[in-house]
C-alpha cells in the first residue's frame, strides 16, 4: 500500500459526459502528479501540483482540468469526455522537494467512456 | 514522438535465471532514470534509480546500468523469481522539470 488513496475505483459515462478523478497524497506529501495511461501506451504525464500551485504541465487536453486544495488533496476533471478518453488515470504523490524524488503511485481509476 | 522506449512488449524467462529488460532513450540531457514496476489492479511502485553520473547501480537482486554514449539503461534481475512477473517501465526525468517520461512497458513472466 503506497499511501496515496484514488476514487472512484471505477467510473463508466457516456460520452459528452463530466466526471472528477480524487485523490489522496501519502501523509507529508505536498505534491501530487496526475498520470493518464491508453491500453499498451506508458503513462503519459498530465500535470502537477505543489502545495496548492500548478508546477509543472503535460499534454493535458484543454477539456481537462485539475486542482489541489488546502488539505493537499486534489481532484483531476474531465469534461466533454470522448471515447478515447478511457483509460487508467493515476495520482502519484512526493515530498516535491526536488525533482529526484521517487513518486508513490495510487491504484488509479479505470475511466470507461461508452 | 516517444522519447523513452521500451522496444519488447513482452519476455519469459524461466525462474532462477536472468531477466534483462532494456530502455532506450533520445533526449540526451535525461539525467535521472527510474524503473517501477507493476502488478495488475495496482499502481506502479518504485524498484531502483540511477543517476547519470553512474553507470551502475544495485539493490539486492536489481541492476540498472547505464550506458550514456548508446543511451540506453537495462534492469537485470537475479535470480528471477516468479513473483517478479509484472509490467516493469522505465522513466526518464525531464531536466529542470518535475515531469516523468515513462516508456510503453515490458510484461515480464517468470515461469516457475
Known amino acids: 500500500d503506497s499511501g496515496v488513496t484514488q476514487t472512484p475505483k471505477h467510473l463508466i459515462t457516456a460520452t459528452g459526459q463530466r466526471v472528477t478523478l480524487r485523490c489522496s497524497p501519502r501523509?507529508?506529501?505536498?505534491?501530487v502528479y496526475w498520470y493518464q495511461q491508453s491500453l499498451d501506451q506508458g503513462l503519459q504525464f498530465l500535470i502537477q501540483y505543489y502545495n496548492g500551485e500548478e508546477r509543472a504541465k503535460g499534454n493535458i487536453l484543454e477539456r481537462f482540468s485539475a486542482q489541489q486544495f488546502p488539505d493537499l488533496h486534489s481532484e483531476l476533471n474531465l469534461s466533454s469526455l470522448e471515447l478515447g478518453d478511457s483509460a487508467l488515470y493515476f495520482c502519484?504523490?512526493?515530498?516535491?522537494?526536488?525533482?529526484?524524488?521517487?513518486?508513490?503511485f495510487g491504484p488509479g481509476t479505470r475511466l470507461t467512456v461508452l | 514522438d516517444q522519447q523513452v522506449k521500451q522496444n519488447s512488449p513482452s519476455l519469459s524467462v524461466q525462474e532462477g535465471r536472468i531477466s534483462i529488460l532494456n530502455c532506450d532513450y533520445t533526449n540526451s540531457m535525461f539525467d535521472y532514470f527510474l524503473w517501477y514496476k507493476k502488478y495488475p489492479a495496482e499502481g506502479p511502485t518504485f524498484l531502483i534509480s540511477i543517476s547519470s553520473i553512474k553507470d551502475k547501480n544495485e539493490d539486492g537482486r536489481f541492476t540498472v546500468f547505464l550506458n550514456k554514449s548508446a543511451k540506453h539503461l537495462s534492469l537485470h534481475i537475479v535470480p528471477s523469481q516468479p513473483g517478479d512477473s509484472a509490467v516493469y517501465f522505465c522513466?526518464?526525468?525531464?531536466?529542470?522539470?518535475?515531469?516523468?517520461?515513462f516508456g510503453t512497458g515490458t510484461r515480464l513472466k517468470v515461469l516457475a
Open positions: 502519484a504523490s512526493n515530498m516535491g522537494s526536488s525533482s529526484y524524488n521517487e513518486q508513490f
Open positions: 522513466a526518464a526525468i525531464e531536466p529542470g522539470t518535475y515531469k516523468y517520461i
Open positions: 501523509s507529508g506529501d505536498l505534491s
